[in-house]
């Protein structure tokens, strides 16, 4: 199963510091070695992001930052784990290390979440996309 963890804290405009980085580092590493972990990252702050809205058929993009915002996004975790409970506990261990904030947990749907809808065709394509962006990551990380 796999499952995503979103981060979301106060802003920080701050560069977190060595001693901060080297634990999350550390905290990474286990969850790497364990298999666990998928991918990670984290989210500069939102002066540098944007926002793009759909509403009514209308399409609008507010550039940050996002100061009507309490919280914001920070960054992400991927898990592959055998239940929601062992992405939870992975998640505390994030929060312990990250600081306060909080960790929204989803489960990621994948082709069995979608029974005979999910044609052969369609599972095809699917394969086909999933292959060529193992492709183009493998091409860019070279």
């Known amino acids: 199963m796999k499952f995503l963890a979103i981060y979301k804290t106060v802003e920080r405009n701050t560069p977190p ?3 901060e980085m080297a634990a999350m580092g550390k905290l990474i590493e286990e969850m790497v070695n ?5 991918s990670t990252e984290g989210c500069l702050p939102s002066t540098k992001g944007a926002r793009v809205r759909r509403a009514g058929g209308k399409i ?6 996002f100061t009507e915002s309490k919280e914001l996004i ?3 975790a991927l898990f592959q784990t055998k239940t929601k ?4 506990a992975w998640t505390k261990r994030f929060l312990e290390v990250a600081g306060d ?6 489960q990621i749907a994948e082709a069995e979440d ?11 394509q699917e394969e086909r996309q999933r292959a060529r962006l193992a492709h183009q990551q493998s091409s860019s990380s070279a």
Do not use: H, N, W, Y
Not at 101 to 106: D, H, K, P, T
């Open 17 to 19: 510091s060595t001693g």
């Open 34 to 38: 364990k298999g666990v972990l998928l």
């Open 60 to 65: 609008t993009v507010t550039d940050g930052p």
């Open 74 to 76: 920070a960054g992400f």
């Open 85 to 88: 409970e062992d992405a939870i």
């Open 101 to 106: 904030g909080e960790s929204e947990i989803r």
């Open 114 to 124: 979608f029974g005979a809808e999910f044609t052969p065709e369609l599972r095809e």
